[in-house]
């Protein structure tokens, strides 16, 4: 089964993939990981990024702060980063989807919609967090600016939008353990 988790940043994709990995056995593609691996000397697109926005490079590496500076609070050069960026990821992702053996295999991303994976993932998992608590925990996890953590909010699709293709839905505003139980009874339905 593939499952594709969406839902904003700071929502808590991560803590739920954690679980699902631990509990679950569940293999796990992370879309920024992969992003961020493409984005590394040697790759295409490392070196398109940095003929695009020469202001990030920094004595040859990516500046990422900066670039996140850059993008997400302008959408036409997030558009323009995105069409680096996307094919490779896209491609990435589709490679890992194909070469995994386990029984659940879990893609996560924010930019899971309109890429295409959507289409190969048995069910579409939304993962919501309160706005505001979303840009608290960004805050004190890590150490994003309130401006920061809206910058990005901002930029990502809206809860209607991610709840509209979702099959399943997590709140996870609330404590670890809840939101634990709630992925339990998803998985639990599905063995059934
Ligand atoms: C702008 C970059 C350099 C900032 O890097 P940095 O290490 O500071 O942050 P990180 O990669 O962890 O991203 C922070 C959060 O921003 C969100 N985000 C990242 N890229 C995007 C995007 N293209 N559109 C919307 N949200 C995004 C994600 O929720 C992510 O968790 C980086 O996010 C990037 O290269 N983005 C474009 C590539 C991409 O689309 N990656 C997949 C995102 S899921
Ligand atoms: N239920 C919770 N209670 C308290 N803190 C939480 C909870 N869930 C997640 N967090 C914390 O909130 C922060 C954001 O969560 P997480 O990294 O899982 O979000 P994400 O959706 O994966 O973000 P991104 O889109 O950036 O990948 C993390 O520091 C995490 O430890």
């Known amino acids: 089964m593939i499952i594709g988790i969406i839902g904003g940043v700071g929502s808590g994709k991560s803590t739920v993939l954690d679980y699902l990995e631990e509990k679950y056995n569940a293999n796990i593609i992370k879309s920024d990981l ?39 609070n302008d959408k036409d050069k997030l558009d323009l980063l995105n069409s680096i960026t996307h094919p490779g990821t896209i491609d990435e992702i589709n490679r890992l989807i ?14 899971l919609i309109g890429s295409g994976i959507e289409k190969r993932c048995h069910e579409l998992w939304f993962v919501y967090c309160e706005r505001e608590e979303r840009i608290r925990r960004l805050i004190s996890s890590r150490g994003y600016s309130r401006q920061k953590a809206i910058d990005i909010i901002n930029s990502q699709p809206d809860d209607d939008e991610y709840n509209f293709y979702a099959d399943e839905y997590i709140d996870n505003s ?19």
């Open 34 to 72: 992969v992003a961020k691996d493409i984005m590394t000397p040697g790759h295409k697109v490392y070196h398109k990024v940095l003929s695009t926005f020469p202001e990030v490079n920094d004595n040859g590496n990516i500046d990422r702060t900066k670039l996140a500076e850059i993008v997400f």
């Open 98 to 111: 194909d070469i995994s053996k386990s029984d659940v295999t879990v893609v996560e991303s924010a930019i």
């Open 174 to 192: 609330s404590t670890p353990s809840s939101t634990m139980e709630q992925i339990d009874l998803i998985m639990n339905r599905e063995i059934c």
